[in-house]
């Protein structure tokens, strides 16, 4: 049972219920996704770099003989199953089973996202940027923005869909940095909304924290990532069961069971669209 209704059963309960504040996942408008997938493992195929030649006159021209490789993502399945006793439904007035979808979302909208977190720390990302860039262990800064950005540009990452990932302590290190928050520098009205949308070409995404995890934290120090996402970027995120509830009654157990259900896995395609960015906190 979602730990009882024993304490919403009373005579008179707020049928508006309010739900725990849960982030509901947010990175997956933002990468490579292949939906429909059948089987275990999907394959996302990289092509590799060509290089012109200099042509000679009544000769025979020369293949480039550019490489094909493959990232592989590995799909699990996932649940976020809850009952509802059919007694306890009786004595409150609002329906758990539809608050509940809310609550079932946002758990499986969070595993997706520790899936496309996951998948962009476990690879060897080609750049990285240091805690003591723009100060000795600093927060996020412009110093570290303005790195990543280099970085990416030296490897030829595409200007079009950079994602900054970041947590929200970080976004506070950033509003902390006249550089990025004063009008004298840029359009931004980040001390007026309190966020920072883009800056240096990065679409900011910043994540709370997580039950499943979140972004990695090695003591005060938080990982973020400067990376190329979108439709062509170097994250593949593969779906096979798209994520969909569903609600059966089970007589043993005279109760309802909602369940949310999800099928998926996460690769980096091209360590070279990944910028690791250290923090302290």
Sequence with gaps: MSKSLTDAAINSFDAMVKHAYQAEGVLRRHMRVKTGVVGSTHRFTKMGRGLATPRV???DVSPMNVGYTNATAT????NAPEYTDIFDKQKVNFDEQRQLATTIAGAIGRREDQIIIDAIDAA??????STDIGGTGTNLNTAKCRD????LDALAAPQRDRKLIVHANNLFGLLGDTTAT?????????????????????EVVV?????????????????GYAVHAGPMGGIGHAVG??????????PEKTSWLSNGLFSGGAVSIDADSISDISMTE
């Design 57 to 59: 006159p009544q000769t």
């Design 75 to 78: 799909l699990a399945d996932w």
């Design 124 to 129: 060897s990302a080609t750049s990285s940027v």
């Design 148 to 151: 990543a950005k280099k970085d």
């Design 182 to 202: 004063s009008a004298d520098f840029n359009t931004i009205r980040a001390l007026v909304d309190g966020q920072i949308n883009t800056w240096l070409g990065f």
């Design 207 to 223: 994540l709370p924290n997580y039950d499943e995890g979140g972004l990695p934290l090695s003591g005060s120090v938080r990982t």
């Design 241 to 250: 069961l798209d994520f969909r509830t569903e609600v059966n009654y089970v």
